[in-house]
């Protein structure tokens, strides 16, 4: 591997429950050193109080110009392992080395100040992360360009939405060429021409040999830029390998598979989720012709998917839709209730069920996972997305429902329309 960008070593992160971290002074920092040989680590602390680890015995390294894709349910750690890189949190335990210059985009606006206008918060966030004015001056305007916020740059940053935050925020951090860039999550706000923008900036970042550390629930932007996974499960390293084989095994896990036998898909407790959350999935089902959950059909058995969600906040313009996913996570087909419907209001406080009725002959033989999301369709704001719902199996055709599947290589055999001339 090349030289280390990035070396952690042991690294463990102990919260106190219900209380909030403050802010750390000098004096607080040689206090807590001389404290620290001291310190409980047991599941209170010395006045009784109960904590939480965070982050447990964490050590790995990252390669000079690697792009390393962090996955996990949420409370899995990764924000708290990424805030400790970037110097904005201390660790209990362990150390973190960083070479390098390093911009961040964990929170929208961090780094940022409200009071300041756009415009000043590029040189403001730009100085943070430690570049020179002519440096910002040379890159100010393909930062705005990218950004798309030209007509409020004069605005003070109080009057920008969180998306317009999250487009300044990550133009900067990407634009002002870092050494080691850490993103936390920046699919999850901004609208979906935005989001294609982050993606192709990303991907060239990493091909201008950046080390880069990506946290994002969407796992195929995962597979599409990062060379290596780290999957972190209740703050420990489930698996570190290829960016591949991360995705597999998590999505493969007992969250993202349960449910499988029976087709019935509990989304309530599910915490890999992304979105504001106006609108959640309550359950998914997929089911046969009879009306019975299943998750496993015949190749040209007819089937369908019950969609239930909870709105929770009215959405003017909702756009519901699901996604069949190879194994790899190759988006094979997608289909939106606008495809066939008008659009339709989604009013709070209520509950909404759809059906997406599956045509025959489509998917061939083969394990495929499921995906679903709530998008407004005005604004392209994810309200609700889940990226692995849960697995399901297509198996060999009897010829009771159509004609035999192809041996051929390949995902799809649709029944299309032929006509003799």
Request: with cysteine.
């Amino acid at each position: 591997m090349a030289a280390a960008a990035i070396q952690v070593e042991g690294i463990g992160k102990r919260y106190r429950l219900g209380e909030r971290e403050r802010y750390l002074a000098l004096r607080d920092v040689l206090s807590r050193a001389v404290r620290a040989p001291f310190s409980w680590r047991r599941g209170t602390n010395g006045n009784g109080q109960a904590h939480i680890w965070a982050l447990r015995d964490v050590s790995f390294a990252v390669g000079e110009g690697e792009t390393i894709g962090i996955i996990g349910r949420n409370g899995a750690g990764k924000s708290t392992l990424l805030k400790i890189l970037a110097g904005i949190t201390l660790p209990t335990e362990g150390s973190a080395e960083v070479h390098g210059r390093v911009g961040s985009l964990l929170e929208v606006g961090t780094g940022f100040h409200p009071e300041l206008t756009g415009r000043e918060n590029i040189y403001f966030s730009g100085s943070i992360l430690g570049m020179k004015r002519r440096e910002i001056d040379r890159k100010f305007d393909e930062i705005v360009a990218f950004s798309g916020v030209e007509t409020f740059l004069e605005t003070p940053l109080k009057h920008y939405s969180s998306g317009m935050q999250l487009r300044l925020a990550f133009s900067v951090a990407a634009h002002l060429e870092p050494e080691v860039l850490l993103v936390d999550e920046v699919l999850a706000v901004g609208d979906l021409e935005f989001q294609k923008k982050c993606m192709g900036k990303m991907e060239e970042v990493t091909r201008g040999g950046r080390t880069v550390l990506f946290v994002s629930h969407n796992m195929g932007a995962i597979r599409r830029i990062c060379t290596r996974g780290l999957w972190l499960d209740g703050g420990a390293i489930r698996l570190m390998g290829t960016a591949g084989e991360c995705v597999d095994a998590y999505t493969a896990s007992a969250e993202a598979a349960a449910g499988a036998a029976t087709g019935l898909f509990d989304m309530v407790p599910r915490t890999d989720r992304v979105g504001t959350g106006r609108a959640k999935f309550r359950t998914i089902r997929m089911k046969d012709l009879s009306g019975c959950d299943r998750g496993a059909f015949e190749f040209g058995e007819p089937f369908q998917v019950e969609l239930e969600l909870d709105c929770h906040a009215d959405v003017r313009s909702s756009f519901v839709g699901i996604s069949f996913l190879a194994s790899d996570g190759t988006n094979l087909l997608s289909s939106h209730h606008t495809d066939s419907a008008e659009v339709r209001e989604l009013r709070a406080p209520g509950q909404v069920r759809l059906v997406c009725h599956y045509p025959t002959n489509t998917l061939k033989p083969g394990g495929y996972l499921l995906q679903a999301g709530i998008l407004d369709l005005a604004t392209w704001e994810l309200i609700d997305w889940i990226y692995a719902v849960g697995p399901f199996t297509i198996t060999e055709g009897t010829g009771k429902f159509g004609r035999p599947t192809d041996p051929r290589p390949g995902y799809t055999q649709p029944v299309l329309q032929w006509e003799w001339k």
